[in-house]
């Protein structure tokens, strides 16, 4: 139990395009998700957290205009990278949460790899 | 502000050696405790975890004791395998608050 999915495992796009990624929570409801980004060797940074059918909180520095973040029903969340830049190429992680309190664990999905050429 | 802090890596073991990765953590109350391992170009998969003081953590051979006075979580494994060798993440979390990370430390095992 407990499975989260991303789609796509990899994409490369050219400069200026923009790139959809999907997490999906295979067998449970998750009012909460979260999006994390890695650079290589480095830890997961939190770009922001959704709530199903609220806007998306971003932590500070991330741009909302730029990782645009939906969460329309209990089971997908999606991140859309609008103009992608080569500074985005990135590992992109998403996980989910059963409940509204973030108190116990997240699922992570496998990640998606970006790379803009 | 939460923190968690790991010892850096890479930590180069033979295998069937012990393994320690120290973790330390601070808190205003109290945490849950975690560990994830990362295998490579894949996303986090928990590995165990703890809710309260004394608690012990196990799975997979990895153990960890949540130990409040000394606000530490090390993972240990007495005997590591080659198929061990990952990025292992210590994290942390409090009642409404997001997971916060350590910066990993990479375990790497030779046969």
């Known amino acids: 139990g407990a499975v989260v999915s991303q789609h796509p495992s990899r994409v490369i796009c050219k400069s200026g395009t923009s790139v959809k990624i999907e997490c999906r929570s295979l067998d449970f409801q998750a009012t909460t998700m979260f999006w994390y980004r890695q650079f290589p060797k480095q830890s997961l940074m939190l770009m922001a957290t959704s709530n199903e059918g609220s806007k998306a909180t971003y932590e500070q520095g991330v741009e909302k205009d730029k990782f645009l973040i939906n969460h329309a029903s209990l089971t997908l969340s999606t991140l859309t990278v609008t103009s992608a830049h080569p500074e985005d190429s990135s590992f992109y992680i998403c996980?989910?949460?059963?409940?509204?309190?973030?108190?116990?664990?997240?699922?992570f999905g496998p990640g998606t790899r970006l790379t803009v050429l | 502000g939460n923190s968690v802090t790991q010892m850096e890596g890479p930590v180069t073991l033979s295998e069937e050696a012990f393994l320690t990765i120290n973790c330390t953590y601070t808190?205003?109350?109290?945490?849950?405790l975690f560990w994830y391992v990362q295998y490579p170009g894949e996303g986090l998969q928990l590995l165990l975890k703890a809710t309260k003081a004394d608690d012990k953590g196990s799975n997979k051979g990895f153990e960890a004791t949540y130990r409040k006075e000394t606000t530490s979580f090390h993972l240990e494994k007495g005997s590591v395998q080659v198929s061990d060798s990952a990025v292992y993440f210590c994290a942390l979390s409090e009642r409404y608050s997001t997971l916060t990370f350590g910066k990993g430390t990479m375990l790497l095992v030779s046969p």
């Open positions: 808190a205003t109350g109290y945490p849950s």
């Open positions: 996980s989910a949460s059963p409940g509204q309190l973030t108190y116990n664990e997240q699922f």
